[in-house]
């Protein structure tokens, strides 16, 4: 009889939320998520995969997934108007409450960042302003100067760090982007 009235219900609020319009602004990131790039600049055979990864204290992209010193990179935070409180990061390998705050340095040009688990991040950087734009893309206080850059140890890797364009091309990496750095799956297959 429970259920019979339970489903009763559900079937009634479907009819009411269906009856609705659907808005078609973006929600802001809920719970945790992956990260992933949208291709374009890549081929997979080489990637092998188009989802970010956490390595070294930053974010990589490419076969530095069979690293054993690798791991999914599944955060949380951003939003859609760019005031989150940060993107925070938590490590398999850490405590349960070792979160790690993604950083960037504005007005340089450096690999994204991660502060060590509980603690803060260096002075200078901004660890605010992660935010997916109308198209979904990850942005830092509204732009998007993510880029994959690789030195001839990362090629030989077949593996890209991502970089935080701030201040040109950088000496001793080849740098493609900008990025499409989008939300994805957290359960996916990485």
Request: proline residues 6%; contains cysteine.
């Amino acid at each position: 009889m429970f259920i019979s009235a339970l489903t009763a219900a559900a079937a009634a609020l479907i009819a009411t939320t269906t009856a609705s319009p659907v808005l078609q602004e973006r929600q802001p990131a809920q719970g945790n998520f992956a990260l992933a790039i949208s291709g374009g600049l890549f081929d997979l055979n080489y990637l092998q995969s188009f989802n970010l990864f956490y390595a070294n204290s930053s974010a990589w992209i490419g076969q530095i997934k069979y690293q054993s010193y690798s791991e999914p990179l599944v955060v949380s935070g951003a939003d859609v108007a760019g005031n989150s409180d940060g993107l925070t990061f938590l490590s398999i390998h850490s405590a349960p409450t070792g979160f790690q705050q993604a950083y960037i340095v504005p007005h340089q040009t450096q690999p994204i960042g991660f502060s060590i688990p509980h603690g803060n991040p260096p002075p200078g950087v901004r660890t605010t302003g992660w935010a997916f734009d109308s198209n979904g893309i990850l942005t830092n206080n509204g732009h998007n100067l993510f880029y994959a850059c690789q030195n001839a140890e990362q090629a030989a890797i077949y593996s890209y760090q991502i970089w935080w364009w701030g201040a040109g091309e950088p000496n001793g990496v080849s740098c493609k982007g900008p990025l499409a750095i989008k939300q994805a799956n957290a359960c996916a297959g990485f």
